[in-house]
């Protein structure tokens, strides 16, 4: 009884900040104080979301958010289906050496990469303030393709080996057999990697100067930092977008986890 | 009729030299285009702009970029504000490495019981780790700012400066602040270590007159510590990385740079101010740095 209590306790102090977020959106007036932290109907107001609407642009920053994290979750989809595929069910030379390399580039940290990608992304290909340059980077998650690689493993080679018989190629296979019974594992993997780019700040930052082409959370940090002095009522409005910036992922999360928890664990724990 | 002939040593040796399904290569091949445009070869050109004197000029002017050779390097021990953001990752090391893996444990051992509402404290440790940093920093520079509701909460004994321009809180306040968002990732971890132990270890532990804190001691410490390995290795990688936290939450490595990141430092050094070749030196040393404590790490954890 004890320990439930102190886990309920645990579990409110955990979600206090997401709760005192949305509280404070819905503030006319920023109320700091304790009283300010329940809801108060003479204080309320949808005005702060009005007012970072209008300083961002929260369809056209959705829009870029939605842009870059379809971009990806594709690219992923697309590459990494064919990729899982043929790391699990075919033989082929290299294949050893591809999965080894798919291992380390699950721990190498983004950031050692970036000024090297900034040099390559805008300097070379002067892909700055463009959709491209900024799914790029991230175009496949190698989380992902260890999905679909773990999954094709554990299907048994007969049920391809049939298809093969009749006469269809490697790629007929991959389309007709193995990807439709992939679902579970698609799914799975489109979970895990919308909250990489969905939530991602550093890289998009990086190389979109443009407010038109930021995503959301780009849009918003640049907000906090430069603009909020400036604001009627800062918090509010910063809220108001954290909100916005929050609800994707957290819903998705609650209406998924149970694919998403396991999935997390399967790619760390084997990995 | 000789072409056929011909053709079936030739697939054999086909065979031999590729593998039964040739055609496997074609589907890893964009795959495989992709970890070198996006990981090898930077990786190649990090190292290589680090000997030279490699800086931004205006584009489509041909500038030089003379060899250096290890100048890079060595100005990079020579620099104050990069010595003092490695600093900063140890102190960031020292507070979020032993609360990460005491809380972590103790709730995924206390989640493991067969608990009513399992499922919903789950879901409360984990959001705030799939959520944005950028939508939860907003609420975090609400909570602990000047007339903030933490300061309300305090009275006479909030710290002055507050907390996030405090220059002795505001690295501890990244360490919290990470620890808070990352600890349902970890506890899920830690779930999956418990799974593992046999629990005739328990029932031997108890037959042996031990009680819940002893058999914790001596069963679960034990029996999860590849978990606790791998979280000290992802720790340290978190800590060698951040960025997000020092550039918002604590407006920008402030105050005096006592919350600098190597990584921030590397982004005004080589975006801001255009010296990528000593940024990607920074860079470098961070990855090596990295490596050699998670091998390390990994030493002294798993010895026995």
Known sequence: MALLAALAAGGLLFLFPFYYTIVGSLQLEPNADISGAFPSPGNFSLENYAAINEALNLGRTLLNSGIFTAGVIIATLALGLLAGYALAQLDFRGRGVI??????VLIVPFQLLMIPLYVMIVRYYGLADNYLGMILPFAVNPTAVFIFRQFFKQIPVDLFDAARIDGASEFQVLRR???????PAIITAIIVTFIGPWNEFLWPFLITKEQSLQPLAVALANYISNVAARAANPFGAILAGATVLAVPAVVLFVATQRWFVQAQLGSSVKG | MATIAATAPRARRIRRALGRHPVGLLFVLPYAAFLVLVYAYPLGLAVYMSFYDYFFAAPGAVVERPFVGFDNYTTAFGDAIFLESLGNVVTFLVINVPLTVALSLVLATALNAKLPLRGFFRTAY??????????VIGVWLWLFSDTGLVNSALGPVAPAPPWLVNEFWAMPMIAFFATWKQLGFYVVLYLAALQNIPSDLYDAASVDGAGALKSFRHVTVPGVRPATTLVVILSTIVGANFFTEPYLLTGGGGPNNSSVSPVLHMYRRGIEQGDAGYAAA????????????????RFILERD
């Open chain 1, 99 to 104: 999965f080894n390399a798919m291992l380390l």
């Open chain 2, 126 to 135: 984990y959001i705030p780790y799939v959520t944005a940093s950028v939508a």
């Open chain 1, 177 to 183: 057999v193995a990807i439709p019974i992939a679902t």
């Open chain 2, 282 to 297: 920074i860079g470098v040393l961070l990855a090596i740095g990295v490596i050699v404590i998670s091998m390390v790490n």
